[in-house]
């Protein structure tokens, strides 16, 4: 996950969301950098919930799917 010191709303967004669905997180890593979190998915230590452009350019083999709110249609 993100950092909240580095990104306070993203993360709270993310968080709210979860919330929402009655989902709670088992957050074991955190990090300051994009390209960390990346990485630790591309080890296959987990998932990680970032903007689809932060995966556009990685030479990580992750995958990046969408996900729409239960409120909207996007």
């Known amino acids: 996950m993100y950092e909240r010191t580095y990104a306070p709303g993203f993360h709270d967004l993310i968080f709210g969301m979860l919330r929402d669905a009655r ?3 088992n957050v074991s890593q955190t990090a300051a950098e994009l390209s ?3 990485s630790l998915v591309d080890a296959h230590m987990g998932i ?3 903007p689809a452009s932060a995966v556009k350019h990685s030479v990580a083999s992750v995958i990046a799917c969408e996900h729409c709110r239960p ?4």
Do not use: F
């Open 48 to 50: 990680t919930i970032l």
């Open 71 to 74: 409120d909207t249609d996007v």
């Open 23 to 25: 989902i709670v997180p």
């Open 36 to 38: 960390t979190l990346i």
